[in-house]
């Protein structure tokens, strides 16, 4: 176990934490003086994961550093179910082969954060499709209807008449079985998945077993700062992201956001981070500088010190010195002129693939997001002279590099 006191492994599990509950029984755990079974429990609805999805498994290392046990369930039982957590509709129900595909590549993205020797891999799946019957019907009995219409988003539903397919009613109450099988101290969770964890404290205590802490984590805004991190919004920053992209990504976050990606997504201590706060509050650290080390320790995290390195000067090349990357691809276009002797160099981007419309690719023009041999183009500048791009190097926003012949 950890030579540090309870206290202090309090103030190391809890930042960064949304909720510890009840707080008063984590720290009672911890001067049990033993190592704590904490659970995680994750459905494989989808191959990649990206540092959103990771902010729980930072959670996990950090009480596996703190000489604790981990739990990782995967949920290819529940994920057959599909966790309704925050949806308005029902989700499609995922084949037992997509859900192992997806597992895999989960684990093995997993294993970059977690250590292993110190990590138990179950899967739900043995437990929950074998119950029997007459257990699953015990089972549910300990919850009622009306509980279960607690959750906000079942209530939000049934209040507006969307409907709720009978099965989804069994999500929490299997989430909670899983921490009775393994016999959990804590549950870690998003925000999001309160209800679940405080489920598994019910059911725990129904079956004489002392209760699981249920500590949930918030959600991870992505690198626009406002939506949550999710591929859906193109705001992700990847675990197999490019370590020249995973940097990018992360110098692109709103400095607001540095201390939260701190205590979420990186592998510096609490310490370390408080006093990072500390330092940009009291205007004693240059945010930029703040942000470099960031996006360092986190492309250091999934790669290694050497690519951070790479990854920050082949931004500064790209960026701070407004260089042009030499690795910048040739992109096959035609640059014949039309009868007005110009190029439609809107609808040429969308051919280059650097806009997906003329629509987006005007709109880039004209907020100076488009520039060739390192000069912005003047608004309305759609068709060109095809001597100003023969040979040409375009850059488009803050990311998009190509030549053309």
Do not use: C
């Amino acid at each position: 176990m950890s030579p540090i006191t309870p206290e202090e492994q309090l103030h190391i599990i809890s930042s960064g934490a949304d909720k510890v509950v009840p707080e008063p029984l984590l720290l009672e755990k911890l001067k049990k003086g033993v190592s704590l079974n904490i659970k995680l429990g994750v459905d494989p609805t989808a191959p990649d994961i990206h540092l959103g999805h990771a902010v729980p498994l930072r959670k996990l290392r950090q009480f596996q550093d703190l000489g604790h046990r981990v739990t990782l369930i995967i949920g290819d039982g529940t994920a057959l179910i599909g966790d309704p957590s925050g949806r308005n509709a029902t989700r499609p129900q995922l084949s037992p082969e997509k859900i192992a595909e997806n597992a895999r590549t989960y684990v093995d993205q997993a294993f970059k954060i977690l250590d292993p020797d110190r990590t138990a891999l179950r899967y739900n799946s043995e437990w929950i499709l074998s119950l029997e019957m007459a257990d699953l019907l015990k089972l549910l009995s300990n919850f009622t209807v009306a509980r279960i219409l607690e959750r906000d988003d079942f209530h939000k539903r049934y209040t507006e008449g969307r409907p709720i397919a009978l099965h989804e009613f069994m999500y929490p109450v299997m989430q909670a079985y899983d921490s009775v099988v393994i016999g959990a101290d804590v549950e870690i969770g998003g925000s999001d998945q309160l209800f679940n964890l405080l489920a598994g404290r019910e059911l725990m205590e129904k079956m004489g077993m002392e209760p699981q802490v249920a500590l949930t984590l918030p959600l991870l805004e992505g690198t626009d700062g406002v939506q949550k991190m999710s591929k859906s919004y193109g705001n992700y920053i990847g675990l197999t992201d490019e370590p020249n992209d995973m940097f990018g990504k992360v110098m692109s976050i709103p400095d607001e956001l540095m201390v939260k990606y701190y205590q979420l997504a990186s592998t510096e201590d609490v310490d370390a981070i408080d006093g990072i706060e500390r330092g940009l509050a009291a205007g004693e650290l240059h945010p930029n500088a703040v942000k470099r080390a960031l996006g360092r320790n986190i492309v250091a995290a999934y790669y290694d010190a050497e690519a951070a390195r790479a990854a920050e000067a082949d931004f500064d090349l790209k960026f701070k010195k407004h260089g042009f990357p030499e690795d910048a691809p040739v992109v096959e276009v035609s640059l014949e002129p039309n009868e007005e002797g110009t190029v439609y160099f809107a609808k040429l981007l969308v051919e280059a693939k650097a806009a997906g419309s003329v629509s987006e690719a005007r709109r880039l023009i004209d907020g100076g997001g488009v520039k060739i041999g390192g000069v912005a183009l003047a608004p309305k500048s759609y068709s060109l002279d095809p001597s100003l791009l023969a040979h040409a190097e375009i850059q488009v926003g803050k990311k998009k590099f190509f030549r053309l012949p």
